[in-house]
T-cell receptor
């Protein structure tokens, strides 16, 4: 299994340009997430998806759009890039499993991709 | 709003020493807490996940404890090695139906040979 992969690894954009970051997972996970990591700010959730065809906003969704057309892929789009979007972007996935007693479902740990380093000039 | 704090921001120890990393959170109504490791220029690797009903989890030389009432978690690393050098992050999840992890800013650990 490749786990969670991200494409591309690096990208430089000019202000106003658009691009799409691709996240793919081969673990059949239901849940997928996009985070950004900035110095001094830690990791912050941008958008997430609880299943194919669904998306929801996280903590910092402005300026980004997402799509989950296939269960294994989660796309993050920047329609008009701004210098404030210079960051390292991480994708993650997780699943629900039954607890040991079988009474309830529990969320697994999140599995992260290697990241995409984006610079907007 | 949940706030997660990790102190110290950086820690340097000699090889072989046992050490404790700290994580505190302001809202004790958490669903679970995770500890991650991040190597420079890499993604995050999950180390341990503690459910809210658990007190601790162990994996090899790592032991994580959780005290919800005091809003604290610790990650204990036994017999540290240079390969343990990395940034360690903790993150809390607020509820079974919520997927928004709140991360601390991490503790950068350096283990000196």
């Amino acid at each position: 299994n490749a786990g969670v992969t991200q494409t591309p690894k690096f990208r430089v954009l000019k202000t106003g340009q658009s691009m799409t970051l691709l996240c793919a997972q081969d673990m059949n996970h239901e849940y997928m997430y996009w985070y950004r990591q900035d110095p001094g700010m830690g990791l912050r959730l941008i958008h997430y998806s609880v299943g194919e065809g669904t998306t929801a906003k996280g903590e910092v969704p402005d300026g980004y759009n997402v799509s989950r057309l296939k269960k294994q892929n989660f796309l993050l789009g920047l329609e008009s890039a701004a210098p404030s979007q210079t960051s390292v972007y991480f994708c993650a996935s997780s699943f629900l499993s039954w607890s040991a007693g079988g009474r309830d479902k529990r969320q697994s740990e999140q599995f992260f991709g290697p990241g995409t380093r984006l610079t907007v000039l | 709003k949940q706030e997660v704090t990790q102190i110290p921001a950086a820690l340097s120890v000699p090889e072989g020493e046992n050490l404790v990393l700290n994580c505190s959170f302001t809202d004790s109504a958490i669903y679970n807490l995770q500890w991650f490791r991040q190597d420079p220029g890499k993604g995050l690797t999950s180390l341990l996940l503690i459910q809210s009903s658990q007190r601790e989890q162990t994996s090899g030389r790592l032991n994580a404890s959780l005290d919800k009432s005091s809003g604290r978690s610790t990650l204990y690393i036994a017999a540290s090695q240079p390969g343990d050098s990395a940034t360690y992050l903790c993150a809390t999840s607020p509820g079974a139906g919520s997927y928004q992890l709140t991360f601390g800013k991490g503790t950068k650990l350096s283990v000196i040979p």
